[in-house]
Nanobody
Framework: QVQLVESGGGLVQTGGSLRLSCAASGSIFSISAMAWYRQVPGNQRELVARITDGGRLNYADSVKGRFTISRDNSERTVYLQMNSLKPEDTAVYYC?????????????????WGQGTQVTVSS
């Protein structure tokens, strides 16, 4: 069974920083892209940042220059360093990963989600 466990959320003042972590565990054969999304109540979940297994990056325009996504493949962990935080960054942040497992000798690919971690930026 595959799990994504996030940590690092919390309350911070405008201009502050937070670092989110998301560790994958379970019977994992390989991990492709890993990403962070965020969601505000009443809104759709939106992509914040994504990193492929080859290291290709993309960011939402709203976070470019402030957030940095990285990954440690040996630890099966993805990070999101968030600097210069603004009140509009307040949301629940979710980790996402494309993971391939082996079940009964067959490879299966699925997307997995973490449970979410709250980030609140006070003005």
């Amino acid at each position: 069974q595959v799990q994504l466990v996030e940590s690092g959320g919390g309350l911070v003042q405008t201009g502050g920083s937070l670092r989110l972590s998301c560790a994958a565990s379970g019977s994992i054969f390989s991990i492709s892209a890993m990403a962070w999304y965020r969601q505000v109540p009443g809104n759709q979940r939106e992509l914040v940042a994504r990193i492929t297994d080859g290291g290709r990056l993309n960011y939402a325009d709203s976070v470019k220059g402030r957030f940095t996504i990285s990954r440690d493949n040996s630890e099966r962990t993805v990070y999101l360093q968030m600097n210069s935080l603004k009140p509009e960054d307040t949301a629940v942040y979710y980790c996402n990963a494309g993971i391939r497992i082996i079940d009964s000798g067959t490879r299966h690919f699925s997307e997995y989600w973490g449970q979410g971690t709250q980030v609140t930026v006070s003005s």
